[in-house]
């Protein structure tokens, strides 16, 4: 809660200040693309986590990778954005000495994470705006299990919300790169299950997930 709270405090701080350094430009006005990486960790939220053994290890971690796409309007010394992205992780869960990797879900391996949001930001100067960022986001989680002779797989997809901030560059001609953190936490989520079978609603769900990632983009 903390995080978030600071995240939310500094995009109204961004959303109402203008820089006097800023200059005009058109480095951060239009449509962009660009590609993502980074590191991503989930982690049993703070009413799922288990106290009772400090060495659980109640978090998975792995490379995140995929696709952004947006649209910024640059205001003057303000910048306002629609953003999107697909992006997958090689995050799951694993036995580490005999001790599973509990997440307070169950044996899983991430899946994609939709996202879809919005972002504010002020130049700090001509080439570097600063932004926050916050929104929508739908990941899955791939319930997995054994009974000795078959394997049996389910999605667990699960919604909830993003906040972020971050760092863009503008590079030569039309590029940029960034580097920003992200925090997400999903309350809602259903298992999927293939075929006619009805969804099942999870109840008191809290899954914790923060993201550290870089991107290379081009603007239009």
Known sequence: MKTTAAL????SILA????AMAQDSDNFDGFRIEALAGYDVSKAGSTSDNDTNANDDQSIDGLAYGVGAGYDFDAGGVVLGLEAEYVGSTAETEYD????EDIGVGNVETGRDLYLGA????????DLLVYAKGGYTNATYNFRNNDGTTEYEVDLDTDGFRVGAGLEYALSGNTFA?????????????LDFEGDAPDVAVPDIDLDRHQVMAGFGMRF
């Open 97 to 100: 000495m005999g001790d599973f």
């Open 178 to 190: 960034k580097v920003e953190y992200r925090y997400s936490n999903y309350s809602d989520a259903e």
């Open 119 to 126: 972002r504010v930001g002020v130049k700090a100067n001509d």
């Open 16 to 19: 109402t200040a203008t820089p």
């Open 8 to 11: 939310l405090v500094a995009g």
